[in-house]
Structure formats: structure tokens, C-alpha cells
């Protein structure tokens, strides 16, 4: 997790939708409304009493069946994915949705009309800054009774490719490609929900889809269509006539574009992974997409931020030219190898300091402890950790060459993870209270692996070499 440069978002103003829900058929009224910082997106059923909000979480995620449906204590929402991508498109961040119905509207089945209403709402800067998980390493999901799978790898920015493949001759095979979410609105929000002939009999027959036409739904007619049932389906569409065009797929509707529907597969991708909750930096690769995979990647997602957020990782570029060489690192602290355990530091202010440590087979402790299974010495960890902090006390004087840095106190130690050959230590050391009179009272952090390693409370004093 980091902290970007872009501010939250939210809308100017409330802005009001109204229509059926696709499979309820029911009337809705939808309002985006205006949100606080780090509230993210929340729906609200203000038909219920109490007006209970179900925030959009991946662990709310109850059914996948024709949609993207949440419950929480009972209350439900239906087919939130086109709202919910609408907002990523637009690079919204916090928004409450009111309805009052379980199901947002289905409109024309993309979320063209939801971005249209954003932008229509205005959209605002907030003060508080985004956070953004900035994929490192592949992360990957495999649903095997599908052959569905969902990859992210390491991107500047958020892209995602789906390739579709139903294994059907009229669909055949699709792939669809956003470079950057900013191509949103103009590139995908339009694609339209779709629909093969023998679900929409069977969702027909069963009650499941009551408040669709032939305008919010394409229709591919993948197999031999009868009479009996064209006429079905004029009566469910309220059409005196309908027919089959050239290229497969019912009348009364044309394609934006060839692949429309990988477009399509593409929009929910983004909309269901809006529940893992965070922004995401890094392209994802979804093959043959659908909701079950979608949100039980969604869900993975949220459980490596979560995990990464407690444990407060932070990234730092080691290749980047460090503020300070171990030659310099030598001309301010006395230490000298094999006691120097600092090799450069990285980052130095006011009120923290990050160096690094590389450890390797020809440390001397490795001669001891232990033969044949090498560990660096938590202790020797602290003291790497109290020469990196030694480093943000002695830059606050004019001549740290004549000083020497003494513990004082050393609390709240914890040893995580072994350290061994090979690791890059890390160290970061924050101020818990301004330094005074040379007396420097600090918590240090050591990470190795993208973990964290060891932690420290640490108290020192810099006295001057004549007093010691």
C-alpha cells in the first residue's frame, strides 16, 4: 500500500437515475450521493426500514449467478457491477448509492448512463491523498471447473485485458484491451450486458430476468430457434416481430463495436474488483472472466492489502543512488567493521532515517551461530537498527565525528522472520518524541522479503567523545 500525489474524489452534488432492475423487473430510483474521505463506495437501501448500507466489500459477496449480488445482515444488492465500474472509470473514490429496490437500474446494460449522471454531478477534490496498492508480484486465481483464470503483474498503471471464448461459432473468440482507466468512459463504458439464447429461455422460463428488453440485453442466438419459441420471446420483449440478423444475434440492436462483448467482460472485471476495496496499480489478465472468478479474485486482492496494511510494508527502490555511501556512513558513525551493520542509507529527514544492510555468508556471527544453518542474531539486528538511528541524532550536529551514540532504553523488541544469507535488510527509524539535549527515543522497523523482520523501541543519547 502507498499513498499517491492524486487527492480522493467524490461528486459535486447528488444526482438521481431512475429504471427497472433487470431481473426483479421492479422500478428503481438510484441517487449518487456525495461522500466523506476513506468512506469509498457504500449502498443504502432506503426502502428498508432503518435505511441499512451495505458498503461494496468482496467479502459480501453472497451469489454470482447473472450478476454480482451482496448481503449483508440480510439486506441485499443485486447486479452492482456496472455502477460500480462506472465509478473506477471515472476515478471516483467515495460515494454513497441510495435505492430503493434491491437492484440498481439496468438502463442499457453498460455504464454509460451512470458515468453520464457523474458527470453530470461534477466531481471534486477532497483533501485527504488516494491510496494504492501497487501490485510487485503475480497474483493469480484459477477457477479449475471453468478453466477461468485471473492474473495481475506489475504495471504502471491499471490496465486490463480480457479474452473471452464461450465456445461458440455466432461469439467465436474476443479480446478487449484498456491502456489506462482515464479510456473509460469512451473506450468501455457502452459495451452492453449480453446474453446467449439458450440462457435467456431458461432464465425466462424460471422468472430470473423480468425487466429486460431488447435494448439493455444483446441477444446471441447460438442454436436452432424455433417458432414456439420466437414467439416466447416476442411476448416476454413485447415485439410484434422478431427475427435473427446475419451475423447471430436477435433484432432491434446493433453492435458499438465487433467485440463488444469481451468490452463487456472487461467493464465487470473492473466493477467487481472495485470490492477488494483499494485502487489498484497493475494489469490485469483475465481470461475467459466472469463473476464467480472476478470476486474470488476480488477477495484474494483484499486479503493481501489487509495483510500488507497491518504489517505497514513499506517500498523503497534499492537501486536507487543512495543519500549516503558506507564511506560517508563511516565519516559520522564510529563504528567500524566487522561492528558496522549499516552499508547506506536511503532516505534522511527531521524525523526519520532508512538504511540498508546487506547480509552475507561472510559475516563474521555467521561463524557461530549457527554452523551450518546460518541466522543473523536478533540482537545484532537492534544494534543495526541503533547505528541507522545513531545516523538521524548525529545529523542534527555540526561534528558527529566527535560523538558517540549509547543506548539507553530498548523496549517492545519482536523477532518475526530469520534473517540470513543473502537477505537486504531494511531499516526504517521514526521519532516518537523531537530529539532533545542529544537524547533520541525512536521505533525502529527491519524488513527483509517485502516482511517485517524485527521491531524495537528504541532510546539513545549522543555524548561527545572528551565526556565520555
Request: proline share 5%; charged share 25%.
Amino acid at each position: 500500500m502507498t499513498k499517491t500525489t492524486t487527492k480522493q474524489r467524490t461528486i459535486a452534488e447528488a444526482v438521481t437515475l431512475t429504471g427497472v432492475g433487470l431481473h426483479t423487473g421492479e422500478n428503481v430510483t438510484m441517487t449518487f450521493l456525495p461522500a466523506p474521505e476513506n468512506h469509498g463506495y457504500a449502498f443504502k437501501r432506503i426502502d428498508l426500514e432503518g435505511a441499512p448500507i451495505i458498503e461494496a466489500d468482496a467479502n459480501y459477496v453472497v451469489n454470482t449467478q447473472r450478476g454480482t449480488n451482496l448481503e449483508k445482515r440480510g439486506v441485499k444488492i443485486q447486479t452492482s457491477e456496472h455502477v460500480l465500474a462506472a465509478l473506477v472509470g471515472m476515478e471516483i473514490d467515495n460515494v454513497l448509492i441510495e435505492l430503493d429496490s434491491p437492484e440498481p437500474p439496468i438502463m442499457d446494460g453498460s455504464s454509460k448512463y451512470f458515468v453520464e449522471a457523474l458527470e453530470k454531478a461534477g466531481i471534486v477534490e477532497q483533501n485527504a491523498m488516494r491510496e494504492e496498492y501497487i501490485v510487485k508480484d503475480v497474483i493469480s486465481y484459477k477457477d479449475e471447473a471453468t478453466g477461468s483464470d485471473i492474473t495481475i503483474i506489475p504495471s504502471d498503471d491499471y490496465q486490463v485485458t480480457t479474452m473471452v471464448d464461450f465456445g461458440t461459432k455466432v461469439l467465436g473468440t474476443q479480446n478487449a484491451t484498456l491502456e489506462h482507466i482515464n479510456e473509460f468512459k469512451t473506450e468501455i463504458a457502452s459495451a452492453r450486458t449480453f446474453s446467449f439464447l439458450h440462457e435467456l429461455e431458461m432464465l425466462l422460463e424460471h422468472g430470473l430476468i423480468k425487466g429486460g428488453d431488447l435494448n439493455n440485453a444483446i441477444v446471441y442466438v447460438d442454436k436452432e430457434i424455433s417458432q414456439a419459441t420466437m414467439k416466447k420471446l416476442e411476448k416476454a420483449f413485447k415485439k410484434e416481430k422478431l427475427s435473427v440478423k446475419p451475423n447471430g444475434i436477435l433484432d432491434n440492436l446493433t453492435l458499438h463495436q465487433p467485440n463488444e462483448a469481451a468490452r463487456h467482460k472487461l467493464l465487470d472485471v473492473i466493477g467487481d474488483l472495485a470490492l477488494a476495496g483499494t485502487r489498484i496499480r497493475g494489469k490485469v489478465i483475465a481470461n475467459k472472466p466472469g463473476h464467480f472468478v472476478n470476486t474470488q479474485f476480488a477477495k484474494k486482492l483484499a486479503k493481501i492489502i489487509k495483510l500488507e496494511k497491518r504489517n505497514k510494508i513499506p517500498h523503497f527502490d534499492l537501486t536507487a543512488a543512495p543519500l549516503m555511501d558506507v564511506t560517508q556512513i563511516m565519516d559520522m558513525l564510529p563504528h567500524r567493521p566487522p561492528f558496522l551493520l549499516v552499508d547506506k542509507i536511503l532516505e534522511l529527514s527531521d524525523t526519520h532515517v532508512v538504511g540498508v544492510k546487506n547480509v552475507t555468508m561472510n559475516e563474521p556471527f555467521f561463524v557461530g551461530h549457527f554452523p551450518g544453518a546460518p541466522v543473523m542474531p536478533g540482537v545484532l539486528q537492534v544494534e543495526a537498527m541503533a547505528q541507522t538511528g545513531g545516523i538521524l541524532v548525529l545529523s542534527t550536529v555540526p561534528d558527529p565525528e566527535n560523538y558517540l551514540t549509547f543506548f539507553m532504553k530498548i523496549d517492545n523488541v519482536k523477532f518475526k522472520q530469520q534473517v540470513v544469507p543473502g537477505d537486504t535488510l531494511v531499516f526504517k527509524c521514526d521519532l516518537i518524541s523531537p530529539i532533545r539535549r542529544g537524547i533520541c527515543h525512536m521505533q525502529a522497523y527491519a524488513y527483509a522479503n517485502g516482511k517485517l523482520v524485527s521491531e524495537a523501541e528504541l532510546m539513545a543519547q549522543i555524548v561527545k567523545t572528551k565526556d565520555v
